[in-house]
């Protein structure tokens, strides 16, 4: 009696899960108080810490890229050979190597002198619109007063931002050969991204060694699950994008040879980047190609426009789903809240890593309900489940 009168009184001090989750949750709240209080010293010691850690991440994101082609040439191309991770490896970054020297010898140097030549003439292509527009007024009885406002509003700004692009260009170029230390952040990154995909078939087991050390089996078992899905939603549609973006490029630019539209280059490398943005990258592309060529070329503007609308239409009901497949799984209107708000919150990777972020959290709510829907045995308007689930697959209870 008297030991278990001992015993209960120790039993003040020991928190049970519910006291465990309301001191997390006071925690949190402090925690969450100091960072809006001191706002400014957390954003600098957090920059000062992702300045540190920058080749590392730069390395991971390069090496998330390169393993699937170094997967590939591991299973396919030296499966048989004693060293095989090394040669693919090998392989993949002289390729990627490549690519890069093409790009720096070709496509660049194109775009800079179409971006020189475009501010160069602009006085030229402007007097020759305005006749133009001068011409159309007279014509067709327009307001000119309105007109000549509003093209003067129009040259103004196209003069603008072209004039701050070619200047930009020529420092950017000299800013990334000069600074030592942003070369010694890329060598930094590269060797770390050789060091991850060779070292992943030791790093992957640690972290799930790791993970299973530090948390119960079933959460453990939930957790990586979760990873799996998510892996495979962003490499698939990055390296989907990317191919398809670069398809697009390539063949926006030779039709834009074939139909003689000005400055292919530079249109096709604007239209490629652009197309990496779901959704909105057609149209973030084409709007300011088709404010160059109204200037430059007004017929062929029009002729740009239906080539944009077809490109379009190829990529999206042919190209892209035969690439990219269902790989989010999202519908349009969760694709542009995605887009719309991680772009405004983090800018061009927001809008591009935006979509599979949403579709591994919209994925993970689907189940959620689903789980709480069989639970409780109703469907999603309160009625009996007892055929079907939310997912029109038939009930396994």
């Given at each position: 009696?008297e030991?278990k009168?001992?015993?209960?009184?120790?039993?003040w001090?020991?928190?049970?899960?519910r006291?465990?989750?309301?001191?997390?949750?006071?925690?949190?709240?402090?925690?969450?108080?100091?960072?809006?209080?001191?706002?400014d010293?957390?954003?600098?010691?957090?920059?000062?810490?992702m300045?540190?850690?920058s080749?590392?991440?730069?390395g991971?994101?390069?090496?998330?890229?390169?393993?699937t082609p170094v997967?590939?040439f591991?299973?396919?191309?030296?499966?048989?050979?004693?060293?095989k991770?090394?040669?693919?490896?090998?392989t993949?970054?002289?390729?990627a190597?490549?690519?890069?020297?093409?790009?720096?010898?070709?496509?660049?140097?194109?775009v800079?002198?179409?971006v020189?030549?475009?501010?160069?003439?602009?006085q030229?292509?402007?007097?020759?619109?305005d006749?133009?527009v001068?011409?159309?007024?007279?014509?067709?009885?327009l307001?000119?007063e309105?007109?000549?406002e509003?093209?003067?509003?129009?040259?103004?700004?196209?003069?603008?931002?072209?004039?701050?692009v070619?200047?930009?260009l020529?420092?950017?170029?000299d800013?990334g050969v000069?600074?030592?230390?942003?070369?010694?952040?890329?060598i930094?990154?590269?060797?770390?991204?050789?060091y991850?995909?060779?070292?992943k078939?030791?790093?992957v087991?640690?972290?799930?060694?790791?993970?299973y050390a530090?948390?119960?089996k079933?959460?453990a078992?939930?957790?990586l699950?979760?990873?799996?899905?998510?892996?495979?939603?962003f490499?698939?549609f990055?390296n989907?994008?990317?191919?398809?973006?670069?398809?697009?490029g390539?063949?926006?630019?030779f039709?834009?040879?074939?139909?003689r539209?000005?400055?292919?280059m530079?249109?096709?490398?604007?239209?490629?980047v652009t197309?990496?943005?779901?959704f909105?990258?057609?149209?973030?592309?084409a709007?300011?190609?088709?404010m160059?060529l109204?200037i430059?070329?007004?017929w062929?503007?029009?002729?740009?426009?239906?080539?944009?609308?077809?490109?379009?239409?190829?990529?999206g009901?042919i190209?892209?789903?035969?690439?990219?497949?269902?790989?989010?799984?999202?519908?349009?209107?969760?694709?542009?809240?995605?887009?719309?708000?991680?772009?405004?919150?983090?800018?061009f990777?927001?809008?591009?890593?935006?979509?599979?972020?949403?579709?591994?959290?919209?994925?993970?709510?689907?189940?959620?309900?689903?789980?709480?829907l069989?639970?409780?045995?109703i469907?999603?308007?309160?009625?009996?489940?007892?055929?079907t689930?939310?997912?029109g697959?038939?009930?396994?209870l």
């Amino acid at each position: 009696m008297e030991e278990k009168d001992n015993q209960e009184r120790k039993k003040w001090y020991i928190l049970d899960g519910r006291s465990i989750s309301m001191l997390l949750v006071l925690l949190l709240a402090i925690l969450f108080y100091v960072g809006l209080t001191h706002f400014d010293i957390i954003s600098v010691r957090i920059a000062m810490f992702m300045k540190v850690l920058s080749p590392f991440i730069t390395g991971f994101a390069i090496a998330y890229l390169l393993n699937t082609p170094v997967s590939f040439f591991e299973r396919k191309v030296y499966d048989k050979q004693r060293y095989k991770r090394g040669l693919s490896i090998l392989t993949v970054y002289l390729l990627a190597l490549a690519v890069v020297v093409i790009l720096l010898n070709l496509v660049i140097p194109q775009v800079m002198q179409s971006v020189m030549d475009l501010a160069g003439n602009m006085q030229t292509y402007l007097n020759s619109l305005d006749a133009l527009v001068q011409n159309a007024s007279t014509q067709f009885g327009l307001d000119t007063e309105s007109v000549n406002e509003a093209l003067g509003s129009y040259q103004d700004l196209v003069k603008t931002v072209t004039e701050a692009v070619s200047k930009s260009l020529p420092q950017l170029l000299d800013f990334g050969v000069a600074v030592g230390n942003g070369v010694i952040t890329g060598i930094t990154a590269l060797i770390s991204s050789v060091y991850m995909l060779a070292g992943k078939g030791r790093l992957v087991p640690q972290l799930k060694k790791l993970i299973y050390a530090v948390l119960p089996k079933r959460r453990a078992d939930r957790l990586l699950d979760i990873c799996s899905h998510a892996n495979g939603v962003f490499i698939g549609f990055i390296n989907g994008k990317l191919i398809d973006s670069a398809i697009i490029g390539v063949l926006c630019f030779f039709l834009c040879l074939i139909i003689r539209i000005p400055y292919p280059m530079l249109i096709s490398v604007v239209i490629g980047v652009t197309n990496i943005i779901p959704f909105f990258g057609p149209i973030i592309g084409a709007i300011p190609c088709l404010m160059i060529l109204v200037i430059v070329d007004p017929w062929a503007a029009l002729r740009f426009l239906i080539l944009v609308l077809a490109l379009q239409q190829f990529d999206g009901n042919i190209l892209g789903p035969k690439i990219l497949g269902d790989s989010t799984g999202l519908s349009a209107i969760w694709v542009l809240i995605a887009i719309v708000t991680c772009g405004g919150l983090f800018g061009f990777p927001g809008m591009v890593l935006g979509v599979p972020t949403f579709a591994v959290l919209y994925t993970l709510v689907r189940d959620w309900v689903n789980k709480r829907l069989r639970e409780k045995r109703i469907d999603g308007n309160g009625r009996p489940m007892e055929y079907t689930d939310l997912t029109g697959k038939k009930d396994e209870l």
